[in-house]
């Protein structure tokens, strides 16, 4: 269990210990730290996978994401967010909860929701409309 300060249960409400033990490993292996000026220890991942949830959930900014109820803050989060999604891991994560619910037969493709936020919308057709020329050309003579 992490400790936190009062923030265990938020925690372990946003990623509950079935889903934790799903996630953990296909997190990357973090860096070995410096024997000398070590720095910060760092925060722990599902402490920041918490906070990535919350934030996602709510739509608060990264910024204001509880420092005090998480034990870290809302640019560590964002952070380890861009490394797991360069990473791979958010793809895993999906691809293995789909397999299992195929697994499971709860699967249904019948209705699908397609989110912006993941396919790239287009800004206008294949061709685009001729534009009407607004260059110099001949005025007709007011005189």
Do not use: N
């Not at 910024?63 to 109820?69: K, T």
């Amino acid at each position: 269990m992490i400790k936190v300060g009062h923030a265990v249960f938020v925690i372990e409400e946003l990623v509950p210990e079935g889903l934790w033990e799903r996630v953990e490993p296909l997190l990357p292996a973090r860096a070995p730290r410096r024997s000398r000026y070590a720095g910060r220890l760092p925060v722990d991942d599902r402490v920041a996978l918490a906070g990535i949830v919350f934030v996602l959930k709510t739509g608060i900014s990264w910024r204001e994401l509880p420092r005090e109820v998480f034990g870290c803050s809302g640019v560590t989060c964002w952070r380890r967010l861009r490394d797991w999604t360069e990473a791979g891991v958010f793809d895993a994560v999906h691809k293995l909860l789909l397999d299992q619910l195929r697994a499971l037969d709860q699967l249904d493709l019948d209705v699908a929701v397609v989110d912006g936020s993941h396919v790239r919308a287009l800004k206008g057709g294949k061709r685009r409309a001729p534009r009407p020329s607004i260059g110099l050309g001949r005025v007709p003579s007011i005189t």
